[in-house]
Nanobody, 126 residues
């Protein structure tokens, strides 16, 4: 069973930065499309960003474009989410996810992702 473990969350002031990491237990995950999602209290889980197998293509939701950067290090089986210029509305539990059926096509649809981490809390104070 593929396991994904997120880390790097915490409390930060508005305008600050955090870098989230997601490490996989299986090397096969390095071939999958990877995504980041988030869920704020009382809200549905929403897509944040995705990256293709090669790392050459990325996709962001509009609200984070220009502030967040998704990347991956295949040798380390790790996907990152660099978050800059954080806003209070970015407060949420952040989840990484793996889409085993795709290598290039990126999707924001959570049901397309097969494996999920346990989440890491990000809190941005105003």
């Amino acid at each position: 069973q593929v396991q994904l473990v997120e880390s790097g969350g915490g409390l930060v002031q508005a305008g600050g930065s955090l870098r989230l990491s997601c490490v996989s237990s299986e090397r096969t995950v390095s071939m999958y499309v990877m995504g980041w999602f988030r869920q704020a209290p009382g809200k549905e889980r929403e897509f944040v960003a995705a990256i293709g197998s090669s790392g050459g293509n990325t996709y962001y939701t509009d609200s984070v474009k220009g502030r967040f950067t998704i990347s991956r290090d295949k040798a380390k089986n790790t996907v990152y989410l660099q978050m800059n210029s954080l806003k209070p509305e970015d407060t949420a539990v952040y989840y990484c996810a793996a889409d085993r059926d795709h290598r290039v096509v990126l999707t924001a649809a959570s049901h397309e992702y097969d494996y999920w981490g346990q989440g890491t809390q990000v809190t941005v104070s105003s």
